[in-house]
């Protein structure tokens, strides 16, 4: 759950999570994993709040979509090889915000050739990661 500037004055926060929202997206791009494939447009970020409006003091949950271009796929949160880059999601908040952990999908487990035949733990398709 996301919460949402501590006050308990009752006030629609909705331009703060316009703004929350948009710098997240920016900051997602340039965080993924699927930072190292050669065109970044293989891999598209949304993300999406569990309510359309969110109240000061309220908690909204928050998902984190990577649709992942077919024939692609970008490493998991924990991957099995040291050499091979994490997806991770990193949150830049105002200080009056407070995000719970992010909670990442099961991957898949793949082959590829330049692994020599080791399972490699990667997310493909659509995966969303949510909070709390």
């Known amino acids: 759950m996301l919460m949402i500037c501590k006050t308990l004055v009752p006030m629609l926060a909705s331009h703060l999570v316009r703004r929350f929202v948009a710098g997240l997206a920016a900051l997602l791009a340039l965080c993924s994993g699927a930072h190292a494939a050669p ?47 994490p997806t991770v999601v990193k949150f830049a908040v105002p200080p009056d915000v407070t995000v719970d952990t992010l909670n990442y999908p099961k991957p898949d487990r793949k082959t590829f050739a330049f692994a020599e035949g080791k399972e490699l733990l990667v997310y493909e398709g659509k995966v969303g990661m949510t909070t709390g």
């Open 39 to 85: 065109n970044p447009n293989k891999v598209r970020l949304t993300l999406e709040l569990d309510t359309p409006e969110v109240v000061r003091g309220g908690e909204t949950g928050l998902t984190v979509w990577a649709e992942i271009e077919h024939g692609w796929h970008i490493n998991a949160n924990r991957p099995t090889e040291p050499f091979l880059v």
